[in-house]
């Protein structure tokens, strides 16, 4: 994968239905490992609306993490912060 394609992983959302998000950034903070995705990469706006989730579980034996989105405002005040940093050419509220 080229440095600047950015990936897409398959959210299954509590309704059942599949949902392709785009990841824009990853980092692992104290051993567990967070994503920043959107469901839309459109250009022409200067604003999204962008998601940070946290892995809950993760199997060797199956080829899929279960991730959830942060709700906790602490956690997720600090991992924004580190987001923010990895991405300082982006601007973002929490």
Avoid: C, R, W
């Avoid at 250009?43 to 940070?52: G, K, P, Q, R």
């Avoid at 034996?61 to 602490?74: G, M, S």
Wanted: hydrophobic share 35%; glycine share 2%; net charge negative.
């Amino acid at each position: 994968m080229e440095e600047n394609e950015i990936k897409t992983v398959p959210f299954t959302t509590e309704d059942g239905q599949v949902v392709d998000m785009y990841v824009l950034e990853e980092t692992t903070l104290q051993g567990i490992h967070y994503i920043l995705v959107t469901e839309d990469l459109d250009d022409e706006s200067e604003e999204a609306f962008v998601t940070i989730m946290k892995e809950e579980t993760h199997d060797q034996e199956d080829e899929y993490t279960v991730y959830d989105v942060v709700e906790n405002e602490e956690e997720l005040q600090a991992v924004a912060k580190v987001f923010a940093e990895l991405m300082e050419d982006v601007d973002f509220q929490v």
